[in-house]
């Protein structure tokens, strides 16, 4: 028995203990394993975060877990009881589309709408107060494998048996304090098991936050040329850069290939900014769109202000560019010198940025231009002639200008992934 779930925390914290001094994350399924995340994450001095998963519960018994959903869209079903109960198909979705909207709304209240800290390469240890089937920690185990951990830990108080035997075949590794042969609800196994609240989920991760840094994510504006540009800035927690991203004619800090690459970018730990190079009503003045020397004003009036901001200003600096805003990055590029750490052109017009501007550029810059996109290639290459620092031009396979075709663009986030996790270091290793 365990007095409290705190109690259960600190004993689990103690069984951890040889994680101690690895590259962890600890990650608490809400909401009663917060209360032991952080506990776990004190003891080991290591970062705390949710996932949330949600259990997919028998209609007439939503105690009786028939599966289990997670905030990334990983279902685990429990097809022995969907089919003993007789559950329709229709009755399952209408559980997992509840249990969607439930987790969106505890995304924006435990989370503020920030993404999940990164998990790759880190050793992963996941914390729940008790399992009994264990549909909810089978589902975030199988979110978790996605996401490419070093070592995928699961970590419980109690679970019965059989369950203990179908996470040991998720989980590089098992943490369990008692394996009990006939076991009943998990609150049974505490002297005190009170709901926790949102509120208190809330205050544990603002509180193990200051400690582990705080991630940042918020809308901004930007000051250049007397108007104001809306952007978007997102740093996960430890990031060692940022990527701030110029868009390209006709498009936005919404544009749905640069978020893809964006989200992409965090999840190995680097910041990004997306922001308008134009306000919407300049926007409408068709040739703005192509003026490269008012774009890359706008670019280095954004650069200036991460210089200045007190959450960004130690980061590493790179930019990401599309079409036209490819030009304005490479001009913008040549103007900050080695204070941009690299630059990567997704279908972008470097031509467009000048002959003396590209042989002036000092960062590191990938050329990324789909084969199908043959004119752009041939730009690409002429440009790629005039650059005179670290280059390379990267063909992807299949795609056209816009990397719509399946697995183009993530095929160009891959090659970004790459080229600013080499390039870029923080300020003091620069």
């Not at 920690?137 to 199988?142: D, G, P, Y």
């Not at 002036?360 to 996109?373: A, H, M, R, Y």
Request: charged fraction near 25%.
């Amino acid at each position: 028995m365990f007095r409290d779930r705190k109690d259960a925390g600190v004993k689990l914290a103690a069984a951890l203990r040889k994680y101690r001094g690895e590259d962890l994350l600890v990650l608490a399924l809400p909401r009663g394993g917060v209360v032991l995340g952080r506990e776990i994450a004190e003891f080991l001095d290591a970062p705390l975060d949710v996932l949330i998963v949600r259990k997919l519960g028998v209609p007439w018994q939503p105690e009786l877990a028939m599966g289990a959903i997670s905030e990334t869209g990983a279902v685990i079903l429990n097809e022995n009881i969907i089919s003993a109960y007789n559950i329709s198909h229709g009755q399952v979705e209408t559980a997992i589309s509840a249990q969607k909207k439930e987790i969106e709304r505890r995304l924006r209240t435990y989370r503020k709408g920030m993404e999940i800290m990164p998990m790759k390469g880190k050793t992963v240890i996941v914390v729940d107060d008790g399992v009994a089937t264990g549909a909810t920690m089978k589902a975030a185990l199988s979110a978790i494998k996605k996401e490419a951990p070093a070592r995928l830990v699961a970590a419980v108080p109690v679970a019965p048996p059989e369950t203990r035997d179908d996470l040991i075949q998720l989980a590089d590794d098992f943490v369990c304090l008692e394996i009990h042969p006939f076991f009943t609800a998990i609150g049974s196994y505490y002297y005190d098991f009170e709901q926790v609240s949102d509120e208190e989920v809330t205050g544990i991760l603002e509180e193990t936050s200051r400690t582990a840094g705080d991630p940042v994510g918020s809308d901004i504006l930007i000051q250049a040329d007397s108007v104001s540009l809306e952007g978007d800035l997102q740093i996960p927690r430890g990031a060692r850069g940022i990527v701030v991203f110029a868009h390209g004619s006709g498009s936005s800090r919404h544009s749905p290939r640069n978020k893809f690459v964006a989200h992409a970018l965090r999840s190995e730990g680097l910041g990004t900014l997306l922001f308008d190079l134009l306000t919407a009503r300049e926007d409408t003045v068709y040739e703005r769109r192509f003026d490269i020397g008012l774009l890359t004003r706008r670019l280095i009036a954004a650069t200036r202000w991460l210089r200045q901001n007190p959450a960004s200003e130690a980061l590493a600096i790179g930019y990401f560019g599309s079409s036209t805003g490819a030009a304005a990055a490479l001009r913008a590029a040549a103007a900050m010198g080695t204070d941009i750490g690299a630059v990567v052109s997704r279908g972008g017009r470097p031509d467009l940025a000048g002959g003396d501007a590209l042989s002036k550029i000092q960062s590191p810059t990938l050329l990324i231009v789909g084969e199908l996109d043959r004119l752009v290639i041939e730009l690409n290459r002429r440009a790629l002639e005039s650059i005179r620092t670290e280059k390379k031009m990267e063909i992807v396979p299949g795609a056209t200008h816009l990397f719509e075709e399946p697995g183009t663009l993530e095929e160009v986030a891959r090659l970004a992934i790459g080229w600013f996790a080499r390039c870029l270091q923080p300020a003091a290793k620069r």
